[in-house]
């Protein structure tokens, strides 16, 4: 009996066996057919065998584009919120204009010459903070989750870069805010170094808040009082921020009243007490008016930005799947064509032998 010209096995079903289910590949049709085992020398087919940390890796550079334009759409939104509540917080610590006063006549413009209002330094100066903020902590999360950090390593690299993003930021707005819209007697001035360290402290206290202590909570609500967790990390979203104004406003405060009221001709203990009156004075407002801040700010689009987020990622990662599911399944094709063109050709061998 001759001896057939080829010889080796060919499993048709490969690809079922080395792909990880998932929901992308459900409407692919995977071959139904049993092995074949056939007396054929045919090229050897590559194990297809793609997990999800490889993939997630190649769509780094996709990742990264998803998390700074998130930020950038997440800021967009809530910069006309904090827009008009930080310029009524700086003109009622500086010359006691009532908060919905300064709120309405801000929204009125708004609704005036909406375009005017984009285009003010106020507007872009918050935008500008916040996304800068968003991306820095998305693009972070990113990085962290292609090296496989620690938990503890992801926390401090979301807390030192996302400080660092929002400071910078933060105080050249501030420091705008303060000439523009401060007392009129300050607005020559420059801003005390002593201003600055209070800003720094009081965005130590909101980013702290805003990125590291709802996982800390979720954890806590998930896990010691068995909350469902996506809720325990939504309500955590929301509460810590506004929580943490209770010494960010305070902070706030003590910035402006540095750089309104430097109090040279006092002693420093008359300064510290008439500090702590005025304190006093501006806390409830203050405080009220920068809860109100964070809700939109923090809160409310801390939850878009990891839902939006979140969903890019998981529609990024599935259309991937499907695509390298679609090419291996046209490898399995193409295979099959050659296994039935050697069958044809040589089905003058025996093949029971």
């Not at 001035?189 to 909101?206: E, G, H, K, N, Q």
């Amino acid at each position: 009996m001759p001896t057939p010209p080829f010889s080796g096995p060919l499993n048709a079903g490969f690809i079922s066996a080395a792909l990880p289910k998932h929901p992308a590949l459900a409407s692919f049709p995977l071959p139904s057919s049993p092995a074949l085992s056939l007396k054929v020398k045919l090229p050897e087919l590559p194990d297809f065998k793609m997990p999800k940390e490889r993939i997630r890796r190649q769509l780094l550079g996709k990742r990264l584009a998803g998390d700074i334009a998130t930020g950038a759409g997440v800021g967009f939104v809530i910069a006309p919120f904090v827009t008009v509540i930080d310029k009524a917080i700086v003109e009622k610590a500086s010359s006691g204009t009532p908060m919905l006063e300064s709120c309405g006549q801000s929204i009125l413009s708004v609704f005036r010459s909406p375009l005017a209002f984009c285009r003010s330094p106020q507007f872009l100066m918050g935008w500008a903070c916040y996304a800068a903020t968003y991306a820095a902590a998305n693009s972070i999360r990113t990085m962290c989750d292609i090296r496989q950090a620690t938990p503890t390593t992801a926390k401090s690299s979301i807390f030192v870069g996302t400080t660092m993003a929002n400071s910078s930021m933060t105080l050249v707005k501030d420091s705008y805010y303060a000439k523009a819209f401060g007392a009129a007697s300050a607005t020559a001035t420059a801003i005390p170094t002593a201003t600055y360290a209070a800003w720094l402290l009081r965005d130590f206290s909101v980013i702290g808040s805003s990125f590291i202590l709802p996982d800390l909570c979720k954890q806590f609500l998930a896990s010691g009082l068995e909350v469902d967790e996506v809720a325990a990390g939504r309500v955590s979203q929301v509460a810590c921020p506004v929580l943490a104004q209770v010494v960010a406003g305070p902070l706030q405060i003590l910035g402006l009243d540095m750089y309104n009221r430097p109090l040279a001709n006092l002693s420093w203990a008359e300064a510290a007490v008439a500090r702590l009156n005025f304190q006093a004075s501006q806390f409830t407002s203050i405080v009220s008016a920068r809860v109100c801040r964070m809700t939109p700010a923090y809160g409310l689009g801390g939850v878009g930005n990891t839902w939006v987020r979140d969903h890019y990622n998981e529609w990024l990662f599935e259309r991937e799947v499907a695509r390298l599911a679609a090419s291996e399944m046209e490898v399995q094709q193409q295979a099959e064509v050659v296994v039935d063109l050697v069958m044809e050709k040589n089905n003058k061998w025996d093949w029971s032998s």
